[in-house]
């Protein structure tokens, strides 16, 4: 059973520090992993996905690795923003699904001016 | 491109009432999702439509919990009655669901809140 969890629950930065969030899966039979941001009380906004044979995507100021082997996944952000303060959520799908996704608990990121 | 839509934003019911939520997914999105989203977790899969069919509902409390989707497009998710612990986001989301890899695009989200 794929279980994914993200650490730190919380994190809190001053304004234009770099920052980096982990995400971490115990079956590395995945297909693909997704990154999203949600602010309060919205929905999800799908940040970047990466595709299992890929090993890192960027937008911007986001980067998103994926070391499968180690069943690990970051996102980088750069130069953080009072704006990107918001949870961010990694979900990726279980081995034998395709097209559910299994999330993890989240990191809440307050980035203080 | 128009996004998944939810409506209502947020109801608030009394226990043992009933409730529902609607859904329309991107245009030619064949796969549709309802997730269940408690206060400080992630959310949590309850049913998976491909087109018109059910491919995944395993987590659906299918005594009270209920969902349809009609021609293969719009979805409805209704619970009756309902309960304090059902309080919580509903999130509706679309993907193309050819193949593997594919991304997923989520709606704003209906919050209940059962008193």
């Known amino acids: 059973k794929q279980e994914v969890t993200q650490i730190p629950a919380a994190l809190s930065v001053p304004e234009g520090e770099n920052l980096v969030l982990n995400c971490s899966f115990t079956?590395?039979?995945?297909?693909?992993l997704q990154w999203f941001r949600q602010d309060p009380g919205k929905g999800l906004t799908s940040l970047l996905l990466?595709?299992?044979?890929?090993r890192e995507q960027t937008s911007g100021r986001l980067n998103a690795s994926l070391d499968k082997s180690s069943g690990r996944s970051t996102l980088y952000i750069a130069a953080s923003q009072p704006g990107d303060s918001a949870t961010y959520l990694c979900?990726?799908?279980?081995?034998?699904?395709?097209?559910?996704?299994?999330f993890g608990t989240g990191t809440l990121l307050a980035v203080q001016p | 491109e128009a996004g998944v839509a939810q409506s209502p934003r947020y109801k608030i019911i009394e226990k043992r009432q009933s409730v529902a939520f609607w859904c329309n997914p991107i245009?030619?999105?064949?796969?549709l999702y309802w997730y269940q989203q408690i206060l400080g977790q992630g959310p949590k899969l309850l049913i998976q439509?491909?087109?018109?069919?059910?491919?995944?509902d395993s987590q659906l409390p299918k005594d009270r919990f209920s969902a349809e989707r009609l021609k293969g497009v719009d979805s409805t998710l209704k619970i009756q009655p309902a309960k304090l612990e059902d309080s919580a986001v509903y999130l509706c989301?679309?993907?193309?669901?050819?193949?593997?890899?594919?991304?997923?695009?989520f709606g704003q989200g209906t919050r209940l809140t059962v008193v």
């Open positions: 439509f491909q087109n018109n069919g059910v491919v995944d």
């Open positions: 990466i595709q299992s044979s890929q």
């Open positions: 245009s030619g999105h064949a796969t």
């Open positions: 989301a679309s993907s193309l669901g050819k193949g593997m890899n594919t991304e997923a695009f």
């Open positions: 979900a990726l799908p279980p081995p034998c699904a395709t097209n559910k996704l299994i």
């Open positions: 079956d590395s039979a995945i297909y693909n």
